[in-house]
């Protein structure tokens, strides 16, 4: 039976359109960043004085997703850390997958080398930890904290606000924080004393436009696909579509890496328009899938509601078919307040399309359609509570 795996193995080894996959996946840092050159050097020169043994300031790091901050602050601490690996230890916390306080320290602990239990001590324990091991540390130490809006906003500052408070309680200043959002009005939300530490230094990452995600395909495609893969029509096909939304790098990495895999499913040796294409609607219907199932109960019902009805819909209707919904389900009902702001959450994320009409000497309404495939959300709902389900057998 192993042969067969062997098989398999060897069959992707050998394809014919990828050299090297994983230089197309969204967490390998390549070695080049370009038109990143402004923001390299604006962490380069905080950090210097790691070089002389002192405590770099903080470093507060926003931009839209995909413009490129966590590769490049990898990036220049992986490399600053080949060069002076004596002057500094360096951490990386994703918030969002470390996604409670304790999480946060435990895993500051355990990159400083500390077992720490799963669950069991108290916050307070933890801190005292971390205190502990930082003081008896001679090196400075740069804390990443990546995606931290999503930690603030389900819990607090407070965690930030030790965090930036910590080197009163050590034997000399030595942490310095580099945070990093794509939020960018985060910032305004945080204690103005968290605010004043966190933000010493701000670096904005611009999104790209469609000729540097050209630029950045052609150099990642060069190490990624075998030769003649892929070429310019391609390459400029993924940096449009990647830029008509807001120049995300990541998307436009996407498009080109999936568009190779169905390619290769296919048994071409090249990418062509079509395999962009479909490779746009395979992550199209992934995206759904992920926003759709994971909706909160209501959001899904309301949502139902607009399914089963006609195409164009105003607030008000949708409300009342969310209603006769949600007794034929025996469930309380939430406000017509609470419906209206689940509507525009769904407009937010992409799922509907909510625009303010003029119904002449009815006043303003607003129009709600569905702004993604009818038969693809009506199929995630279902398959993804089964009460929801019921609504349709009735
Ligand atoms: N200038 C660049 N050159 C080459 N690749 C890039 C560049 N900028 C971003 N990328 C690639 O795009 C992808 C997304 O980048 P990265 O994760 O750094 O973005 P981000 O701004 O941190 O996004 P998010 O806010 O969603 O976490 C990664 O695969 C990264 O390697």
């Not at 239990?117 to 307070?124: D, N, Q, R, V, Y």
């Not at 809006?149 to 607090?156: I, P």
């Not at 904005?204 to 995600?213: D, K, Q």
């Amino acid at each position: 039976m192993s042969d067969i795996i062997d098989e398999v193995l060897e069959n992707i080894k050998k394809s014919s359109i990828f050299k090297n996959r994983e230089y197309l996946l969204p967490d390998y840092v390549p070695d080049q960043l370009p038109y990143r050159e402004r923001q390299i050097k604006e962490i380069v020169s905080v950090m210097v004085q790691l070089y002389k043994g002192e405590r770099p300031g903080n470093i507060f790091i926003y931009g839209l997703t995909g413009t490129g901050k966590t590769s490049v602050t990898k990036f220049v601490l992986s490399n600053l850390h080949k060069r002076i690996p004596d002057k500094f230890t360096y951490v990386y916390i994703n918030t969002r997958q470390s996604d409670t306080p304790y999480r946060v320290i435990a895993d500051f602990l355990e990159w400083l080398g500390d077992k720490v239990p799963f669950t069991g001590l108290s916050l307070a324990e933890l801190y005292r930890r971390l205190v502990k091991s930082l003081i008896s540390l001679s090196n400075n130490v740069v804390v990443v904290l990546d995606e931290i809006d999503a930690l603030v906003k389900k819990y607090d500052d407070d965690i930030l606000y030790r965090l930036t408070r910590i080197n009163s309680e050590l034997n000399r200043s030595k942490v310095s924080i580099i945070g990093i959002t794509n939020d960018i009005q985060f910032i305004d939300i945080l204690d103005p004393r968290v605010k004043s530490s966190l933000g010493e230094v701000e670096i904005v990452f611009p999104p790209y436009n469609a000729e540097e995600l050209t630029q950045i395909l052609k150099v990642r495609s060069l190490s990624a696909f075998q030769e003649g893969v892929v070429d310019d029509v391609v390459i400029g096909l993924c940096s449009a579509l990647a830029a008509r939304d807001h120049g995300d790098a990541r998307r436009a990495l996407d498009l080109l890496r999936v568009a190779g895999e169905i390619a290769e499913r296919k048994g071409k040796n090249k990418i062509s328009e079509e395999e962009v294409q479909e490779a746009r609607s395979e992550i199209e219907k992934d995206r759904v899938h992920e926003v759709v199932s994971t909706l909160p109960f209501h959001s899904k019902l309301v949502l139902a509601s607009i399914l089963i009805s006609s195409e164009k819909m105003s607030t008000g209707e949708v409300y009342n078919q969310y209603v006769s919904l949600a007794k034929k389900l025996k469930v309380e009902v939430v406000t017509q307040r609470r419906v209206s702001d689940i509507i525009n959450e769904l407009d937010m994320i992409g799922i509907l399309n909510a625009k303010v009409v003029n119904r002449g000497r009815y006043g303003k309404t607003k129009e709600v359609t569905l702004a993604v495939d009818k038969f693809l959300v009506t199929k995630i709902l279902r398959e993804s509570d089964p009460r929801i389900a019921s609504v349709w057998s009735r």
